[in-house]
């Protein structure tokens, strides 16, 4: 099993930076693909952000040049740096992690195994 926990969400202004934590504990060695999915009010869930344990990453259209994934070395601490913050950025933002490789494009949350309970964005216009 592996445990995640996400952080630093908060509210901000448009055109302001955000940077989103996720820890992961458990048998975090059998985790190749991790990433950063979001659900606003009243939408589905959407994919953000993903990265492989080798450092590949993929991202939606809507953040490209925006927003950063990243890991460490360990692989026990996913990153999102959100800069350029629009309002329609506003969401719970979730972190997840796979025993499968993300793929070649960006992952759908049916591959992943492991889920955290999110931590909310809030942005102002």
């Known amino acids: 099993q592996v445990q995640l926990v996400e952080s630093g969400g908060g509210s901000v202004q448009a055109g302001r930076s955000l940077r989103l934590s996720c820890a992961a504990s458990g048998y975090t060695s059998g985790i190749y693909c991790m990433g950063w999915f979001r659900q606003a009010p009243g939408k589905e869930r959407e994919g953000v952000a993903a990265i492989d344990s080798d450092g590949r990453t993929r991202y939606a259209d809507f953040v490209k040049g925006r927003f950063t994934i990243s890991r460490d070395n360990a692989g026990n601490t996913l990153y999102l740096q959100m800069n350029s913050l629009k309002h329609e950025d506003t969401a719970m933002y979730y972190c997840?992690?796979?025993?499968?490789?993300?793929?070649?494009?960006?992952?759908?949350?049916?591959?992943?195994?492991?889920w955290g309970k999110g931590t909310p964005v809030t942005i102002s216009s």
């Open positions: 997840a992690a796979s025993k499968y490789w993300c793929g070649g494009t960006l992952p759908s949350e049916y591959i992943m195994h492991f």
